[in-house]
T-cell receptor, first 113, second 110 residues
């Protein structure tokens, strides 16, 4: 069974631009969660989607948004990029809701210049 | 929100040694997971263990939910065990979010 995949793996953007990251969960998994990892703040929960609905959202500004498609694939969008958005963005999938037994993708490393 | 403290922050071992990693949390939770992040950034799920004890090869974990801590045991460590170990806790249900600790950096020397 294929694992969680994320594209692209690396991305360089400039301040003010927007970016879209993609995540494909493990086949059969319906929950997709997104996390931001930085050296200063560590791993922080962004949001979770289940059956195309956002179930929970972390403490991030509205510039961070996401969506989930009917095939469970998910995208995350960050608008008006700031230098502080430079981070490793991780996607995780799980079979059901409640963030149990999460399986992570390799991440997208975003650099904002 | 929930506070998660992991100790020790850093650990250096010789290959073959055993170790115990600790995770303390500030509230009653019903979701607790241990992850290993390898040097390439990949997070690997080790255990989903909101209570009780589980074992998987050289690794085992115990969570005492009533006392708000969890322990991860690594026996006969290998260089491939190096990386950062994270504990993540949370609730299931409508407010399901995972809060991660800062991690424990383990270096296993040959």
């Amino acid at each position: 069974k294929a694992g969680v995949t994320q594209t692209p793996r690396y991305l360089i953007k400039t301040r003010g631009q927007q970016v879209t990251l993609s995540c494909s969960p493990i086949s059969g998994h319906r929950s997709v969660s997104w996390y931001q990892q930085t050296p200063g703040q560590g791993l922080q929960f962004l949001f979770e989607y289940f059956s195309e609905t956002q179930r929970n959202k972390g403490n991030f500004p509205g510039r961070f948004s996401g969506r989930q498609f009917s095939n469970s694939r998910s995208e995350m969008n960050v608008s008006t990029l700031e230098l502080g958005d430079s981070a490793l963005y991780l996607c995780a999938s799980s079979l059901g809701t409640d963030l149990r037994e999460q399986f992570f993708g390799p991440g997208t490393r975003l650099t904002v210049l | 929100g929930i506070q998660v403290e992991q100790s020790p922050p850093d650990l250096i071992l010789q290959e073959g040694a055993n170790s115990t990693l600790r995770c303390n949390f500030s509230d009653s939770v019903n979701n607790l997971q241990w992850f290993h992040q390898n040097p390439w950034g990949q997070l690997i799920n080790l255990f989903y263990i909101p209570s009780g004890t589980k074992q998987n090869g050289r690794l085992s974990a115990t969570t005492v939910a009533t006392e708000r801590y969890s322990l991860l045991y690594i026996s006969s460590s290998q260089t491939t065990d190096s990386g950062v170990y994270f504990c993540a806790v949370g609730y299931t249900g409508a407010n399901s979010k995972l809060t991660f600790g800062k991690g424990i950096t383990l270096s296993v020397r040959p």
